[in-house]
């Protein structure tokens, strides 16, 4: 070994700091406790009568340092929004303020419970009602369901308020269009709604082909669901005369809000002719994201659409708040419920407590700094990566595989590389519109010098992808836990259960 040269495996699997992390199972035994139980009283097994554990359960026992060493190296693990640039186009990792977490752990509020009697939640539904506030006013639309749990839910909520409406007409349509340049939930959510999807393709400059769409509508479209700005970051300067074909033929126009952080306090998506619009709290108002949930996503409706919202709903009556549960206790024709309570109280909290915070102008201001950095890495970086489409873009950066041509690299071997580098990829082959497609959303709270790092990272790895090394690319990432994986092996076959590894063995040599 030459001087200076540094080993690629020690003997613990460790490297420097960076713990090799085994599972609980893998690092603990059954036979070991952490804490001191009294002895099982025999009585007890008469309680028990047939549900008495017949053999041990096989859960490793460790002590309490070794748990909370196991759970706090799997935390620096994590890479977040927290720690560093979360560059992932499409759905946005922003930065949640810690006054928001503050507030939504008051006592009185972090202890609520669903179940408590209406007198007692007065405060409960003033927080929802006065989130409802904000949304109606920002988006222009009349009423907003505030129940559905996340941005898909939302979609099908909306869907489901227009079936509602057009049966109630005796309309019963069976087709929705979807734009190609949609969100990829879309399609999904007219499916579960039992319509028919029928793309719209995209124009050269990445919107709607207006002459392609007023060809399909007829009278058997009951909506389209339109991606405001659209996913290839553009935002679709005709959706008035959209909005007015749509419903001169008799059909409602759903906008897709998940990009509302583009331009919120800025436009409101009710002058622009929008039925029906619902909203990642996450993405525009901030609140936690990722892993799933906890999500919510109101759904904001028109006039036209607003009696037949989903239960339950906040009403004043006069002498306080309260929950309209059931139909019979309301004026309008709900179509039922999406979901047993009425919503995440805690993303409310956050998410009022953000526009509050931030207030009109903020963000006003918020959706320009996102629009901002978005347009300052396209003029960055236009000379190093290929922009998609012409023009400024809007909240996100589309960039394709053009630039990378004849290099033997991938946008697929870029985003790894950038691993090494520190950052999160960017969302890679999405839009589906765009070749290689690179789609990076920077969020409006990153300053300058973290773009500029990210800018410098990229343009560093592209050139090394034209001096002809592609072979570092392939080996991509090298400084991560964990090298590249085999994605299509771990997306198809997913190993999610322990097995001991005597069985494991046994199961190998059957």
């Not at 999500?295 to 659409?305: F, K």
């Amino acid at each position: 070994m030459s001087y200076g040269a540094r080993p690629t495996a020690t003997t613990s699997g460790h490297r420097g700091l960076d713990w090799e992390e085994p599972l609980l199972f893998d690092q603990g035994a059954p036979q070991k406790c952490g804490v001191d139980l009294p002895e099982v009283d025999p009585m007890c097994a008469d309680r028990l009568g047939g549900l008495r554990r017949r053999r041990p359960v096989g859960l490793p026992g460790l002590s309490e340092p070794e748990v909370v060493r196991h759970y706090l190296r799997l935390s620096r693990k994590n890479y977040a929004i927290d720690a560093n640039m979360y560059p992932l186009g499409s759905c946005t990792m922003k930065h949640n303020p810690r006054i928001n977490e503050k507030v939504a752990r008051l006592p009185g509020i972090g202890d609520l419970h669903p179940l408590q009697p209406v007198e007692t939640v007065q405060g409960a539904l003033a927080i929802i009602d006065a989130c409802a506030g904000w949304l109606k006013a920002l988006t222009g639309l009349p009423a907003v369901a505030m129940s559905p749990a996340a941005g898909a839910h939302g979609e099908l909520t909306g869907l489901m308020c227009i079936r509602a409406a057009l049966e109630d007409r005796g309309d019963a349509r069976k087709r929705v269009l979807v734009p190609e340049s949609a969100h990829g939930t879309n399609p999904a959510s007219a499916r579960a709604c039992g319509y028919a999807v029928e793309s719209i393709p995209a124009d050269a400059d990445g919107r709607v082909n207006l002459d392609v769409l007023r060809q399909k509508l007829d009278t058997d479209v009951a909506a389209i669901m339109l991606t405001i700005p659209n996913t290839c970051g553009v935002f679709e300067s005709a959706a008035p005369a959209i909005a007015e074909a749509v419903r001169g033929a008799g059909a409602f126009f759903y906008c897709d809000g998940a990009n509302f952080n583009a331009y919120v306090g800025r436009v409101r998506p009710g002058d622009l002719g929008v039925d029906c619009m619902h909203i990642n709290l996450h993405k525009t108002f901030s609140t936690p994201h990722g892993g799933g949930g906890p999500g919510s996503g109101p759904v904001v409706l028109s006039e036209t659409l607003a009696p037949y919202a989903p239960l339950p709903y906040v009403v004043n009556a006069g002498d306080g708040l309260r929950l309209v549960e059931h139909a019979s206790d309301g004026g309008g024709k709900p179509f039922g419920r999406v979901k047993a309570f009425h919503g995440q109280m805690g993303m409310f909290v956050r998410a009022l407590a953000y526009m509050m915070s931030m207030g009109a102008d903020g963000l006003r201001q918020v959706s320009g700094d996102a629009v901002l950095n978005a347009n300052y890495l396209l003029a960055r970086l236009k000379g190093t990566l290929t922009p998609a489409f012409e023009g400024l873009c809007m909240h996100e950066v589309l960039f394709d595989e053009r630039a990378l041509k004849g290099t033997g690299v991938t946008t697929l071997d870029l985003a790894k590389a950038l691993i090494d580098e520190g950052f999160h990829p960017m969302t890679i082959y999405f839009p589906l519109v765009v070749n290689g497609a690179m789609l990076v959303e920077p969020t409006e709270t990153e300053s300058k010098e973290t773009l500029d790092t990210f800018v410098a990272s990229l343009e560093a790895l592209v050139g090394r992808a034209r001096s002809g090394d592609a072979k570092f690319f392939e080996e991509s990432p090298t400084l991560a836990p964990r090298r590249r994986l085999d994605e299509t092996r771990a997306a198809r076959t997913p190993v999610l259960r322990w097995t001991p590894p005597a069985a494991a063995s046994n199961h190998a040599a059957e």
